[in-house]
């Protein structure tokens, strides 16, 4: 259901300050889909569709803590959708290192930049390459 009038989002994140949001939606001309993600007191929350893992587990209406980077300071989140598809993933910094997850499907090779398989994940995972000991700052 949609709503005209500004919803608190409560749940997992009531009482905790948030620093960072994305969201993201798409209509591939049959579907639409999005999801969205907030950094409440350095940890994140995702919900939505989750078409492509996106969300990093089931789909949900309500924000759910992002587990496999519990513990972590997390300090930055961002989605894409790619158009067309309805589908996208989405990005974290957290403790000074880039995480990915979602979808990985690019004609060109990788979209979470873990190589070209899986087509996606729902694990937020360490890029590598030649970020591999880098600091990622925001």
Request: aromatic content about 8%; proline content about 3%; some cysteine.
């Amino acid at each position: 259901t949609s709503t005209a009038t500004p919803t608190l989002v409560g749940g997992a994140m009531a009482g905790k300050t948030v620093t960072d949001f994305a969201f993201n939606a798409a209509y591939n001309g049959t579907t639409s889909n999005g999801n969205a993600c907030a950094v409440a007191s350095a940890q994140l929350y995702c919900w939505g569709s989750n078409t492509t893992s996106d969300t990093g587990g089931a789909a949900t209406a309500t924000p759910v803590l992002i587990s496999a980077l519990a513990g972590k300071t997390v300090t930055s989140v961002f989605t894409t959708r790619m158009d067309g598809y309805a589908s996208g993933s989405t990005c974290a910094i957290a403790d000074g290192s880039l995480y990915c997850w979602g979808g990985n499907f690019l004609s060109t090779g990788s979209l979470l930049g873990i190589g070209s398989s899986p087509t996606s994940t729902a694990t937020p995972t360490l890029v590598g390459g030649a970020m591999a000991g880098k600091t990622v700052g925001q």
